[in-house]
């Protein structure tokens, strides 16, 4: 059970008040499991939670009578900040890399590579076809290739860029589709 109160330093503002903390007669109780228990005392309440060696949480203040859920508040504080975070993330740029030449198996890896970026992390995608040496004779290859690889994520991505060469490299710009 987590009892010791704010950090110093710590901002009060938008801190819960958990157990002794919570000054008011009476609350709303929301068990561990889910289930809603009803108004009660608040020392009854703590009484509850430390039986089960858990804490008396207070979630929103601002209700008559105030809600508190009954939940092991360290891992309540990690799940807030995981979901922060989460929240807080921008779409990134990421870059794959293709060569005129590249086999039919690894075009596929790369392919599935795409869809894991455009469809599970929503981020942003430049798909560029490299020549080295000769292979700039060959730009018809590299444009089938990626071709291929565009009409593969159709599905899952949007093109924000056609496929334009410049200099040693064909680039197109993808982003998820909505």
Request: proline residues 6%; hydrophobic residues 35%.
């Amino acid at each position: 059970m987590d009892s010791n109160g704010p950090r110093p330093g710590a901002s009060g503002a938008n801190r819960q008040r958990i157990n002794e903390m919570i000054r008011v007669p009476q609350i709303l109780v929301i068990a561990e499991t889910g289930e809603n228990l009803g108004v009660m005392s608040t020392q009854d309440a703590l009484a509850r939670a430390r039986s089960v060696d858990l804490d008396l949480v207070e979630v929103q203040p601002q209700a008559k009578p105030p809600v508190c859920r009954i939940i092991d508040y360290g891992k309540f504080k990690y799940e807030q900040r995981k979901n922060a975070s989460k929240q807080q993330s921008k779409p990134q740029i990421k870059e794959i890399r293709l060569r005129p030449k590249t086999g039919a198996a690894d075009v596929e890896v790369k392919v599935n590579k795409c869809r894991e970026i455009l469809g599970k992390d929503k981020d942003k995608l430049v798909l560029s076809v490299v020549f080295r040496g000769r292979e700039s004779a060959h730009v018809g290859e590299g444009e089938k290739l990626m071709n291929f690889v565009l009409e593969q994520l159709a599905d899952v991505a949007k093109i924000d860029s056609p496929p334009k060469l410049m200099g040693k490299r064909m680039i197109c710009a993808l982003s998820p589709a909505k």
